[in-house]
């Protein structure tokens, strides 16, 4: 599956952006998907995953409240939308996937490009 991301982009702190991962192929809701983000000089992290089905979600607990994954698999895509933003969120953010959900969160063999969030103070 080949994966694009798109939607990042600046905004003030306390602001919102909705991210979206595009997919291709036809078994897109086999996939569960992932998005990861790395900050200048950090290793990369997990931020939220979601199941195949769109039923199962689970959050980092540093964005647990304020961020939402969700996904249409009627068209092939996830999203991301990240409320309260904090400056602390810039990052590139990465979607991610992979039919084995146990290592979806770890490492996941499918990949998109990042996007860059840039949170102002």
């Known amino acids: 599956v080949q994966l694009q991301a798109s939607g990042g982009g600046l905004v003030q702190a306390g602001g919102s952006l909705r991210l979206s991962c595009a997919a291709s192929?036809?078994?897109?809701?086999?996939?569960?998907m992932g998005w990861f983000r790395q900050a200048p000089g950090k290793e990369r992290e997990f931020v939220a995953v979601?199941?195949?089905?769109?039923?199962?979600?689970y959050y980092a607990d540093s964005v647990k409240g304020r961020f939402t994954i969700s996904r249409d698999n009627a068209k092939n895509t996830v999203y991301l939308q990240m409320n309260s933003l904090k400056p602390e969120d810039t990052a590139v953010y990465y979607c991610?996937?992979?039919?084995?959900?146990?290592?979806?969160?770890?490492?996941?063999?499918?990949w998109g490009q990042g996007t860059l969030v840039t949170v102002s103070s």
């Open positions: 991610a996937g992979d039919s084995d959900g146990a290592i979806v969160t770890t490492k996941p063999n499918y």
């Open positions: 192929g036809r078994t897109f809701s086999r996939y569960a």
């Open positions: 979601i199941s195949g089905s769109g039923g199962r979600t």
